[in-house]
């Protein structure tokens, strides 16, 4: 199986841009509208999936903590939206930055 590039003669490329319009070395746009509502879903359900800091004196900004592995994080809102198609490195740069991993000395001492 050869996945290589296969060689084009020189100025196939050009005459592909002029006769479609399209510039290859630039991708594609993105429909903002869809984006938004995506990143709108994956805001809300990081909300659903994640809890309030026990101590806000702590704290400036509201933090939340979310529950479990962003990677199983993802596999639940594929499974509860299984019309968005979207991959792990989009669910992650949508995710809301206020919503972090506690560490285990966020939890205090018993």
């Known amino acids: 199986l050869n996945l290589s590039i296969p060689d084009f003669s020189k100025g196939t490329i050009t005459r592909l841009r002029n006769a479609t319009g399209i510039n290859f070395s630039n991708p594609l746009p993105v429909d903002k509208s869809v984006a938004s509502e995506l990143k709108e879903a994956i805001e809300k359900f990081a909300v659903e999936n994640s809890c309030d800091v026990p ?3 702590k704290e400036k900004k509201s933090i939340r903590y979310y529950y479990n ?3 199983c994080l993802h596999a639940t809102f594929l499974q509860e939206h299984p019309l968005r198609e979207v ?5 992650c740069s949508y995710w809301p930055k206020n919503i972090i991993k506690p560490r285990i000395e966020d939890f205090g001492t018993c």
Do not use: H, K, Q
């Open 87 to 91: 991959s792990y490195a989009v669910f």
């Open 55 to 57: 101590d806000m004196r």
């Open 69 to 71: 592995y962003l990677i």
